[in-house]
């Protein structure tokens, strides 16, 4: 099946920094969605990318859809505390049916 | 704002019972799916539903597991005889008919197979 690397797997920052996590995949996508998941909830759409090369962002966030459709990246500008959680990458390939591809998630710690 | 909502938060139930997660998609929504996620894991994909049909289903959704529409509001994801590697959290998600693309996901059921 398809593969979702995502990196890194876990990261600490000082509160006001900026992050950067990216995903990539030996295979094609339609769409990349992010998510974000706090303990013990269910994951929440951040942003949603439909085309290659596609650059979107949601306030603090800001998402591309990578040229080869292989790859997307998140940056979070300015962390704050309540950015704290696991952020998911998650691949649709619309040939393949309308399953999410997960990504294993990168672990967001911020320092106040 | 719609939301996806599931019952019951948390279920705990022997090996070989059977369970039925519940789930309420957002009303307007047309397709909808069920996802689990072991502990520390990724979120995998089980089984989506369209049209009161299951459209895709992972080799994960073997035939312990069933879903159903009963009604005009609530998808519930059953497991007939669960086994202790049933346990994680189940969550259920559902998009609307411009596409299957941007799924809305619930809060989760956690099943503790004993």
């Known amino acids: 099946g398809q593969q979702l690397n995502q990196s890194p797997q876990s990261m600490f920052i000082q509160e006001g920094e900026d992050v950067s996590m990216n995903c990539t995949s030996s295979s094609i996508f339609n769409t990349w969605l992010w998510y974000k998941q706090d303990p013990g909830e269910g994951p929440v759409l951040l942003i949603a990318?439909?085309?290659?090369?596609e650059l979107t962002s949601n306030g603090r966030l800001t998402a591309q859809f990578g040229i080869t459709r292989k790859d997307s990246f998140l940056n979070i500008s300015a962390s704050i505390p309540s950015d704290v959680g696991i952020y998911f990458c998650a691949g649709l390939d619309n040939n393949a049916g309308n399953m999410l591809t997960f990504g294993g998630g990168t672990r967001l710690m911020v320092k106040p | 704002e719609p939301e996806v909502t599931q019952t019951p938060s948390h279920q705990v139930t022997q090996m070989g019972q059977e369970v039925i997660l519940r789930c309420v998609p957002i009303?307007?929504?047309?397709?909808f799916y069920w996802y689990r996620q072991i502990l520390g894991q990724k979120v995998e994909f089980l089984v989506s539903?369209?049209?009161?049909?299951?459209?895709?289903k992972s080799e994960i959704f073997d035939d312990q597991f069933s879903v159903e529409r009963p009604d005009g509001s609530n998808f519930t994801l059953k497991i007939r005889s669960t086994k202790l590697e049933d346990s994680a959290m189940y969550f259920c998600?559902?998009?609307?008919?411009?596409?299957?693309?941007?799924?809305?996901f619930g809060p989760g059921t956690r099943l503790t197979v004993t």
């Open positions: 009303s307007n929504h047309l397709y």
């Open positions: 998600a559902s998009s609307d008919g411009s596409g299957p693309s941007e799924q809305y």
């Open positions: 990318l439909y085309k290659a090369g």
């Open positions: 539903f369209y049209n009161n049909e299951i459209s895709e």
